[in-house]
């Protein structure tokens, strides 16, 4: 009897050994971006006899990468090395109104900025214990800017028959990155630019089934992104947001 109580006590410590082992894996993973900036300050400048309105809005996007696991019983690290493209649609428009002659000037625009970013989120991820497969996970991350575009749409109109106006503009902006104060002038017409070192961290909830791993996620972004080599106010502001959806694969 001693014997047999000996021999459940070293399967008990042997089990409880191998549970708490390290292990390593390295996973492939995917995903979709719904990628905005936060909305903070205005570009509307005033003008006489005008009138003007500016908004943002999401934009879908991807992202795709390598992750390195280290995990121990429930808790894991999982350091990623990812390209993810972010960035944010810009909408406005501005009427103008001639006081003598009260005819109006319109314009509106669109421009749908994309920034390419390498980016190394750091995440500690916990799987619930009971074999849910639930995660919970939160971590920094840090982005480097490597490239991007913004295509820009312009609409003008007029009341006045005697003018002559071009109806559409359409062309394309390359994403210059910098370092520097942040102002207003960085979302203008034709200079996109960017500061080039972005930090953050992530939060989200995942499920994992064998070598499969699903997470939804949102980055918030901690760096105000918005510069321009131009002068101009420094009431804009602008902070990556990102809501993630991704799947990894472990490899064995």
Do not use: C
């Not at 070293?10 to 390593?24: D, E, F, I, M, R």
């Not at 979709?32 to 003008?47: H, I, P, R, W, Y």
């Not at 979302?187 to 070192?197: A, C, G, K, T, V």
């Amino acid at each position: 009897m001693q014997k047999a109580a000996l021999l459940l006590v070293a399967l008990v410590a042997a089990a409880s050994g191998a549970t708490a082992q390290t292990t390593y894996r390295i996973g492939v993973r995917v995903g979709g971006n719904l990628a905005a900036t936060s909305t903070e300050g205005s570009t509307a400048q005033a003008v006489p006899n005008a009138s003007s309105w500016y908004e943002k809005a999401p934009i879908f996007t991807g992202q795709a990468g390598l992750v390195l696991e280290v995990a121990r019983g429930n808790f894991a690290f999982q350091p990623a090395l990812l390209f993810s493209q972010k960035g944010t649609k810009i909408k406005g428009g501005s009427t103008v109104r001639d006081p003598e002659t009260g005819y109006e000037f319109r314009r509106e625009g669109q421009t749908t900025a994309r920034y390419n970013w390498l980016e190394m989120p750091l995440n500690f991820v916990y799987t619930l214990p009971g074999n849910t497969g639930l995660q919970v996970f939160a971590g920094p991350y840090v982005a480097v800017g490597v490239g991007g575009s913004a295509k820009t749409t312009i609409n003008n109109t007029t009341t006045d028959p005697g003018a002559t106006t071009v109806p559409v503009t359409r062309y394309t902006s390359t994403i210059a990155y910098a370092s520097g104060e942040a102002n207003s002038t960085a979302i203008s017409i034709r200079d996109f630019h960017s500061r080039r070192f972005d930090t953050g961290f992530n939060v989200g909830v995942g499920y994992r089934r064998g070598p499969v791993q699903l997470q939804a996620g949102y980055g918030i972004g901690l760096v105000n992104l918005y510069y321009s080599k131009a002068g101009g106010n420094t009431d804009q502001s602008g902070y990556n947001r990102v809501a993630q959806l991704t799947g990894t694969y472990f490899l064995k």
